[in-house]
């Protein structure tokens, strides 16, 4: 039997605004300081998808990497939770 798949247009400006994120939003959705970013991307924690000028990230690698910390918050900062 084959499969069909419809295809839908494939639009980069909304692709851009839903999928992807500046450094700024980075720091505001890992609760994290604009240095920590830095050691992350500097420790090859994180990667940025652009680095020149401006620094792009994948909204989904920002996402794993929040659940990440939130479970190592838990497990060496039990007191704030």
Do not use: H, W
Not at 13 to 19: A, Y
Not at 50 to 75: C, N, W
């Amino acid at each position: 039997m084959t499969d069909y798949y419809i295809m839908e247009k494939f639009d980069p400006k909304q692709f851009l605004i839903d999928e992807v994120l500046t450094s700024t939003e980075c720091i505001e959705l890992l609760g994290i300081t604009r240095a920590r970013l830095s050691r992350l991307i500097k420790n090859g924690k994180i990667t940025p998808i652009k680095k020149a000028g401006i620094q792009l990230y994948l909204k989904q690698d920002m996402l794993k990497k929040k659940a990440e910390l939130e479970r190592l918050r838990i497990k060496y900062r039990p007191f704030e939770y």
